[in-house]
């Protein structure tokens, strides 16, 4: 690669195409999908170039950036294998220019319908009313679990009796001989059943 | 909505969230005039959007804060340690909606668990006795499932995964609740439609908020006068140390002066004790109200942490309720754990984009893109805890960094305790054994998102040398001055913060009309 940047005015910094090739490279090495395409990483790509081109820092770490993965890659890091292109991102994992990748790729890969279908989000759902006649209760490979509180015999000790030395052992609580204001209106409540001291 | 002049001696309450739009609603139905500053704009239901970042940038507070100390927040997110709301209503527009209550020792944090290393224990100036009637009030109000009547909600995936996996392991108090949800209609509000966006506003009115309930009931009164986008900036005081004005910002950013016989500060536990600190003065120049030194500290923000778990089957954690789930087991205090205090694990989801941004900060490679590739397949739980009172993890004011408005930002800073971490780490170790218990093949350990959780700040106690505020919420040092939100909180107990700050703020209004009406104020 030839200096990333169209212009050397970095100002008017237009990065190459090349340039953009061995970023899109980067994205996808560095959070790898074997389920995506190619379109959310060049939208990504796209993005961080958006960004540079409002930041001087970011755009002079990107320049710099991408000189630096040549001299690291002994040539094109495009032509590295997916173990050889790791390694050397984890050499550069420190710096700014790939924080700044780091951290826009986090922010934007992730927040677009185009991977969300790929992995199995569903985006808002509000407007189709919403899961309680769509699956929020499909789950099949568990059985049904109770919802109520529970109203067995055991009862939470919710402190040891005589301070933090002693310790109540054991299921066989002793219930509690006067009401407890922690047990609302008399009714059993599954954060706070039973017996206090 | 009755208008009220800024030079009449009003009730000033700042913040309309579970503190301040609980206590403007309380105060109005028994006929007493409030004006309500709120630092956020006026979103409705409509205006909520089902969409991770543009809902955030919606309605989070997203005013320049900076943090320091050895908290991870500090390295992932250092202008970001709390994630909370700006806008009418406050935090409770975006809450999720567990509801337990404290338990009877939690009140006795120091007499129960001893002399800590490093913590700055006190026990409440109030007990569960005292509170108890307040909390079937709030629990009313909010539509608490399971209580009073309230049907529980069903169970969703990510419930019935956990559940499963809670039997599984031994434990016997999970249930769906309670849960601040509707699972039928309640109170002129619908039923849940399990659509699966909490943390964005609930565009259905099934869940509990002061926007829903308490803001539109005390306009109604037409003795509220709600001013939103105003942010306050000091409180004054006169000769003789009585609050008697708010200075506020209009969204213009023109500064005006609203006279005041009573103010009630509910701006949350970073902006509370900001607040207090800037308004320093000749008479107290450490900040309104802080004799005791204690303003801004001990700030808490709960033993957070959550897991998320991979299964070889769908899961699809983001249908349904988000918090419908919760696992009481390890709220006990239980010294043999080795930590004092006790843990809530609550179902939790996040969608693609938050879980890359929050599952694992800082990660890439494949061990990162794993757990999104794992989606679908995944549940999720969020472990919830008492975290211990320092003196030194603290809100101050940052005077090298200021606001668009030239303020001084306030700083979080924050350690976590050992108890802390260990408490951490055995909630991540049960959480893993429950998924295994069910099928996990693979599971991912999520530090503390940016606090959603924040208390402490200016606490309760007995003592005008310990802490901020009496058992009311009163200033120890001015009496006219009220703290109403969780900032009062003098440990944090285990349990979700919101039920016990509008339980509080019932209770404080009781105690205002009463000293209205006999001269106590």
């Known amino acids: 690669m030839v200096f990333p940047a169209k212009f050397p005015q970095l100002n008017a910094t237009d990065l190459t195409n090349e340039a953009r090739s061995v970023l899109i490279r980067v994205i996808r090495v560095a959070f790898p999908h074997p389920t995506f395409p190619d379109g959310p990483y060049e939208r990504t790509a796209d993005t961080i170039l958006r960004e540079a081109e409002d930041s001087t820092w970011f755009r002079v770490a990107l320049t710099q950036g991408l000189i630096t993965l040549r001299h690291l890659a002994g040539g094109d890091f495009r032509d590295l294998d997916d173990v050889e292109a790791t390694k050397v991102l984890r050499r550069i994992e420190t710096t700014e220019f790939f924080g700044f990748i780091r951290r826009t790729t986090v922010l934007n890969l992730y927040d677009n319908k185009d991977v969300w279908e790929i992995i199995g989000y569903e985006g808002p759902s509000f407007d189709k009313g919403g899961y309680i006649n769509r699956g929020f209760n499909d789950l099949d490979w568990l059985p049904a679990a109770r919802i109520e509180t529970y109203e067995g015999p055991e009862r939470l000790i919710e402190t040891p009796t005589g301070g933090s030395a002693a310790r109540v052992h054991g299921g066989g609580a002793t219930s509690a001989a006067e009401p407890d204001p922690a047990i609302p209106l008399g009714l059993a409540d599954a954060t706070l059943t039973g017996a206090t001291k | ?521």
């Open chain 2, 1 to 521: 909505m009755s208008a009220i002049e800024h030079d009449d001696d009003a009730i000033v309450i700042i913040g309309s969230g579970a503190g301040g739009g609980t206590l403007a609603y309380e105060l109005t139905a028994k006929g007493i005039p409030v004006v309500v500053l709120e630092a956020g704009g006026y979103l409705r239901h409509d205006d909520y959007v089902n969409d991770e970042w543009e809902a955030f940038n919606q309605m989070a507070w997203l005013d320049p804060r900076t943090t320091s100390g050895s908290w991870r927040i500090a390295r992932d997110f250092p202008n970001l340690p709390a994630w909370i709301v700006k806008a009418v209503g406050g935090t409770t527009t975006h809450w999720s909606g567990a509801t337990p209550r404290f338990k009877a020792h939690e009140f006795t944090a120091r007499s129960t668990y001893g002399r800590i290393d490093g913590a700055n224990l006190l026990d409440w100036p109030l007990t569960l006795a005292e509170l108890a009637p307040y909390y079937d009030k709030a629990e009313v109000a909010m539509g608490s499932t399971h209580l009073h009547g309230r049907k529980p909600l069903p169970a969703n995936n990510n419930y019935t995964v956990l559940a499963n996996g809670a039997e599984r392991v031994g434990y016997k108090f999970y249930s769906t609740g309670p849960y601040a949800t509707n699972a039928e209609e309640y109170d002129g509000r619908p039923a849940s439609i399990q659509d699966g966006f909490n943390f964005q506003g609930d565009k259905n009115k099934s869940k509990w908020s002061t926007l829903v309930r308490e803001i539109p009931r005390a306009e109604a009164t037409g003795l509220m006068d709600l001013r939103p986008e105003c942010h306050v900036v000091q409180i004054t005081h006169d000769a003789s140390g009585r609050a008697d004005a708010v200075l506020y910002l209009d969204k213009e950013g023109n500064l005006h002066r609203q006279a005041a016989k009573l103010v009630a500060v509910a701006a949350n536990s970073i902006e509370t004790p900001r607040l207090l600190l800037q308004s320093a003065s000749p008479m107290f120049p450490d900040g309104l109200a802080n004799s005791s030194g204690q303003v801004g500290r001990n700030y808490m923000r709960h033993t957070s942490g959550s897991v998320y778990a991979r299964f070889n089957d769908p899961v699809r954690m983001h249908r349904g309720e988000t918090m419908a789930g919760v696992i009481a087991d390890e709220s006990r205090n239980d010294p043999d754990r080795g930590f004092s205090g006790g843990y809530y694990l609550e179902t939790i989801s996040l969608g693609p984009a938050f879980l890359a941004s929050f599952g694992d900060p800082g990660a890439w490679g494949r061990g990162f893109t794993e757990i999104l590739d794992a989606y679908a397949n995944t549940a999720g739980l969020w472990i919830v805890g008492e975290d211990l009172p320092q003196e030194s993890n603290r809100v101050t004011l940052n005077t090298s960094v200021a606001d668009k408005n030239g303020l001084p930002v306030p700083n979080v800073h924050f350690d976590d305790h050992a108890n802390d971490i260990a408490m951490r780490e055995h909630g991540y170790a049960q959480a893993e054994v429950l998924y295994e218990a069910v099928g996990s093949i693979g599971a991912q350990r999520t530090p503390p998102y940016p606090s959603t959780h924040n208390m402490g700040t200016s606490r309760m106690s007995a003592l005008p040398e310990s802490g901020v505020v009496d058992k009311w919420g009163r200033a120890h040092d001015v009496p006219n001055l009220f703290i109403s939100d969780g900032s009062v909180f003098t440990t944090s107990a285990a349990a979700n913060p919101t039920l016990t700050i509008v339980a509080l703020a019932i209770r404080q209004a009781e105690y205002i009309a009463e000293q209205l009406k006999t001269g106590g104020i």
